[in-house]
Nanobody
């Protein structure tokens, strides 16, 4: 079993920044997992945001966030981060972190999910 707890969400003005954290724990958690961030806005499907390989050297981003968001991980702390800059209204969503054996941008490739953290962007 793996537990993932997201934090760092909140209210931010458009153009501002937030950093999300995802702390992993559990008997079966492995730093060999790839990690991903997904988000879901009201009335929309859950969408891929970013992913990072087990070593931290391989990252992938959705086109909508490239150049604005940065995913990173600290395996010693079992924590994954999502630095979000230049936030836009369309970034407003619940953000989830998840683990995967293989990574990628498909939600079906991820096995363990956190409960999410709300990011609200105001104008």
């Amino acid at each position: 079993q793996v537990q993932l707890v997201e934090s760092g969400g909140g209210l931010v003005q458009a153009g501002g920044s937030l950093r999300l954290s995802c702390a992993a724990s559990g008997r079966t958690f492995s730093s060999s997992y790839a990690m991903g961030w997904f988000r879901q806005a009201p009335g929309k499907e859950r969408e891929f945001v970013a992913s990072i390989g087990w070593s931290g050297g391989r990252t992938s981003y959705a086109d909508s966030v490239k150049g604005r968001f940065t995913i990173s991980r600290d395996n010693a702390k079992n924590t994954v981060y999502l630095q979000m800059n230049s936030l836009k209204l369309e970034d407003m969503a619940v953000y989830y972190c998840a683990t995967s054996q293989f990574g990628g941008n498909r939600w079906s490739a991820y096995g363990y999910w956190g409960q999410g953290t709300q990011v609200t962007v105001s104008s």
